[in-house]
């Protein structure tokens, strides 16, 4: 057998927060004898993405310790404050790491970030150890306006609170170019995201996100009701803007009315997304035709896309000063589960050309682009009593957390492991 090969990983969030990719990534790693994985992570308080990996060594650190929600977000100012003046949240959680990793031996640092933290944290500890880190971006600051990615809202201070998003996203990204430079190799989720990320370190790589290959398979499920599904977060109009599907399905009511008796939309989301559903419900008299559930555990999403006539994935049109590159893990599911996909609005950018090389559905640009997918899938339902979706497999393949292991895996070889 061959040495085996020590992995830190050190990451933003790990299961049951939810943080699928790094979570996919270990009960994959765990396949195999030669690899020795442990995780450090904070505890954000999400349950999810309940993945289970019985072989990774993983501890979870405290950093907002309230458990009472007004508490915890006085504290969460507090931090967010003295982290915009001298990144506290890193110096936090390095020195709880230090404390876990106490004198042990890595090979490599795998670093794992939705925005800069713990990027510095990888960065000292790599140094301190003289091993490699390799920088894992699952989204980046350029992709947002300036608060899009804030946990919560900050208070009113006179106008304040307008300037003070700008000065964090550019303290942000100085401190995370910074830990790129020294990165041995750094790796993001989609071509755009490569395109920006790859002027700071030349040796950048894409790893997309993607299905796993145990959790979602696809099951031709027959349905008594034509389903269409959402399952996730909404965030806001600049991320997620289902604007074109309410319109879309509220023509398609008026003008192919046999399909009211028929017509299921299921709804599984967080509280933050409700009212803006419960709104646009009422705005557009789907009440009748409309079902809002709280969200689900991971492993139930599934059998809700394999019962779903049409998986629903929101985005928003890639612009200049609006969001960009991102490619939503909601795609990637309801494409393992082989789930035709409405994609509203389209982003004409990297999601829609993995829609069309995977042949998964349709990336509506126009109202008329999403009337007519849904118009032709409820004729397919009403024949069969199920919709089915043409693949392309080999591309889909490509999309797989089998795959992306692999990928991670040669990497992290290359980068002197």
């Not at 931090?79 to 959680?93: A, C, E, G, P, V």
């Not at 003008?255 to 705005?283: C, F, G, Q």
């Not at 599911?333 to 789930?339: I, N, P, V």
Request: net charge positive.
């Amino acid at each position: 057998m061959a040495d085996k090969k020590h992995l830190l990983i050190i990451a933003d969030a790990f299961p049951p927060d939810f943080a699928p990719r790094m979570g996919f990534l270990c009960k994959n790693l765990e396949r195999h004898e030669d690899w020795d994985v442990t995780v450090i992570a904070p505890i954000v308080g999400q349950k999810e993405c309940n993945i289970t990996c019985d072989k990774t060594e993983i501890h979870k650190v405290e950093i907002v310790k309230s458990r009472n929600k007004k508490l915890a977000k006085i504290e969460w100012l507090l931090i967010f404050i003295q982290t915009l003046l001298f990144d506290k949240k890193s110096r936090i959680f390095t020195k709880k790491a230090r404390e876990i990793i106490n004198g042990r031996k890595f090979d490599a640092i795998l670093c794992s970030t939705y925005y800069t933290f713990p990027l510095p944290t990888a960065q000292k500890l790599a140094e301190e150890m003289n091993i490699p880190f390799v920088a894992d971006l699952r989204d980046i600051a350029e992709e947002y306006k300036e608060n899009d990615f804030f946990l919560y809202k900050l208070p009113c201070l006179c106008g304040i609170e307008k300037i003070i998003p700008r000065i964090y996203k550019k303290k942000s990204v100085e401190r995370r170019n910074k830990a790129l430079a020294k990165a041995a190799a750094v790796v993001s989720v989609s071509p755009w995201h490569t395109s920006v990320i790859s002027k700071y370190n030349k040796n950048t790589h894409v790893i997309y996100n993607g299905y796993d290959n145990d959790f979602f398979k696809p099951e031709e499920i027959q349905t008594d009701t034509f389903n269409i599904t959402y399952t996730g977060r909404l965030y806001n109009e600049s991320i997620r803007d289902p604007k074109m599907f309410f319109c879309a399905i509220e023509n398609v009511l008026r003008t192919k009315p046999e399909i009211k008796e028929h017509l299921r939309i299921k709804w599984y989301i967080d509280d933050a997304s409700k009212e803006s559903v419960v709104n646009a419900t009422k705005k557009h008299n789907l009440e009748e035709h409309t079902e809002i559930n709280g969200f689900v555990k991971l492993t139930e999403v599934p059998r809700i896309l394999n019962e779903s006539s049409i998986a629903l994935v929101f985005t928003n049109k890639t612009e200049e000063n609006g969001t960009k590159g991102i490619m939503t893990t909601k795609f990637f599911e309801a494409l393992g589960c082989e789930r035709p996909v409405l994609c509203v609005r389209s982003d004409e950018g990297c999601l829609e050309e993995a829609i069309k090389t995977t042949k998964a559905g349709v990336a509506a640009r126009t109202v008329e682009d999403a009337e007519d997918f849904i118009k032709a899938k409820f004729e397919q339902w009403l024949a069969d009593g199920c919709t089915t979706q043409e693949l392309n497999k080999t591309e889909k393949e490509k999309f797989s957390r089998k795959k992306q292991a692999e990928q991670f895996v040669k990497l992290l070889e290359k980068s002197g492991i």
